[in-house]
Nanobody, 116 residues
Framework: QVQLVESGGGLVQAGGSLRLSCAAS?????????MGWFRQASGKEREFVAA????????YYADSVRGRFTISRDNAKNMMWLQINSLKPEDTAVYYC????????WGQGTQVTVSS
């Protein structure tokens, strides 16, 4: 079964940028038609952030991040990324990658903290 490992989070000031990475092992991204990023803020439920289809690379975004976040993937490298710009304090959360909809075990996520 595929295992997903997220990285790239950190502490940034509002307006800053980060690039999150998702690496897959034990499987291949190309076998998943849609992959996505999700996030969970403290005390809140996990929510959808962005998704990308496997073939055409069609992207989908939550309204709260559209225009600021960009999702991309490279099936040959078994990698997916989330470029996050113009960060806001409300973007503070643990970010996870998974299939879309989520069907694989959740990884440990990567913490993004945005200071005002």
């Amino acid at each position: 079964q595929v295992q997903l490992v997220e990285s790239g989070g950190g502490l940034v000031q509002a307006g800053g940028s980060l690039r999150l990475s998702c690496a897959a092992s034990g499987g291949t991204f190309s076998s998943y038609r849609s992959m996505g990023w999700f996030r969970q803020a403290s005390g809140k439920e996990r929510e959808f952030v962005a998704a990308i289809s496997g073939s055409l690379g069609t992207t989908y975004y939550a309204d709260s991040v559209r225009g600021r976040f960009t999702i991309s993937r490279d099936n040959a490298k078994n990698m997916m990324w989330l470029q996050i710009n113009s960060l806001k304090p409300e973007d503070t959360a643990v970010y996870y990658c998974n299939t879309n909809p989520p069907r694989t075990p959740w990884g440990q996520g990567t913490q993004v903290t945005v200071s005002s």
